[in-house]
């Protein structure tokens, strides 16, 4: 090495392979200062940024998660009240239902009863004007029977007690005679 700082003394020119020290010396000062300044102004003002982007995240995850779970627990609270008014619309629903059926059936009962009140009065309506037709026939057949009897007998049957006495003798003997053919028929 003797012999490479000699040579450039001598003013022989410098090989590029080898460097020269006072660069080095002087490269190695200019670094040492740039560490120094680096590390006391710069990386704490990174450690400082990259502490509160950690802290923003970290909070903004934290603030995250803690609206995810008020999200949640409305979510849940929202599907319990649907739950509940579909069960509340079913209720309603099935006492509709049972309402609807109890008036059907209130509805045929009603329908029945009048029904039933129609064919009562009609029989009852029946039932007079038939006790009125016979009162009416047995006058009629009373009259024609005494008319008839009067002029068989040749002597007038005009008294009202004798009148009556045989037409309900022969309306009786009528309805004995009809009832037993009647009932030989059947």
Known sequence: ??????????GETHSPVLPVWSEVILALIVFAILFVLMRKFVVPNFEKTFAERTQA???????AESKQAEADAKLAELEKQLADARHEAARIREEAREQGAAIIAEMREQAQAESTRIVEHGKTQI?????????????EVGALATGLAGRIVGESLDD?????????????ELETQGGSTSGSVN
């Open 127 to 139: 039932e007079a004007e038939r006790q009125q037709a016979v009162t009416s026939l047995r006058a």
């Open 160 to 172: 009202e007690a004798r009148q009556s006495r045989v037409v309900d003798r022969f309306l009786t």
């Open 57 to 63: 995240i970290e909070g903004g995850l934290s603030a």
């Open 1 to 10: 090495m003797d012999h490479i700082v000699l040579a450039a003394a001598e």
